[in-house]
C-alpha cells in the first residue's frame, strides 16, 4: 500500500498551491479520503476529508472557505486546492484513506509520506 503525495513547496502569504495523494496496492474506492497537516512542534491535525462518492465534503474550521478537497477514481487519486494561503498553513500535508470493514468504514489508518508546504510572510 502506497499513497505518495505530491505538489507541496514554497509559496507566498496569498498565493496557491495544489497537493496531490495518488494511491496504489489499495483500493479505495469505498473508503473516504483525507489530508491531515502538522506544523513544527504542533500535534497533526484534521485539514478535510472527502466521502468515497466524492458528494461529501468536510473542512477544519481554519481552512473552510480557502480550501477545496477532490478525488478521481482512476488513477486513485486525492487532491487539496489550498488558497488565500497563510503562514499558519506550513505543515506537513498527510494524505490518508480509512480501515475498511464488511459493513462500514474504521479509523483513518493507511498515510503517505508527507509533503511539505511553507507560506512565507
Known amino acids: 500500500v502506497q499513497l505518495q503525495a505530491s505538489g507541496g513547496g514554497l509559496v507566498q502569504t496569498g498565493g496557491s498551491l495544489k497537493i496531490s495523494c495518488a494511491v496504489s496496492?489499495?483500493?479505495?474506492?469505498?473508503?473516504?479520503m483525507g489530508w491531515f497537516r502538522q506544523a513544527p512542534g504542533k500535534e497533526r491535525e484534521f485539514v478535510a476529508a472527502?466521502?468515497?462518492?466524492?458528494?461529501?465534503?468536510t473542512y477544519a474550521d481554519s481552512v473552510k472557505g480557502r480550501f477545496t478537497i477532490s478525488r478521481d477514481k482512476a488513477p486513485a487519486t486525492v487532491y487539496l486546492q489550498m488558497d488565500s494561503l497563510k503562514p499558519e498553513d506550513t505543515a506537513v500535508y498527510y494524505c490518508?484513506?480509512?480501515?475498511?470493514?464488511?459493513?462500514?468504514?474504521?479509523?483513518?489508518?493507511?498515510w503517505g509520506q508527507g509533503t511539505l508546504v511553507t507560506v512565507s510572510s
Open positions: 472527502i466521502s468515497s462518492t466524492g458528494t461529501t465534503t
Open positions: 490518508t484513506t480509512r480501515k475498511l470493514f464488511v459493513n462500514s468504514q474504521g479509523d483513518w489508518a493507511y
Open positions: 496496492g489499495l483500493s479505495v474506492s469505498r473508503r473516504d
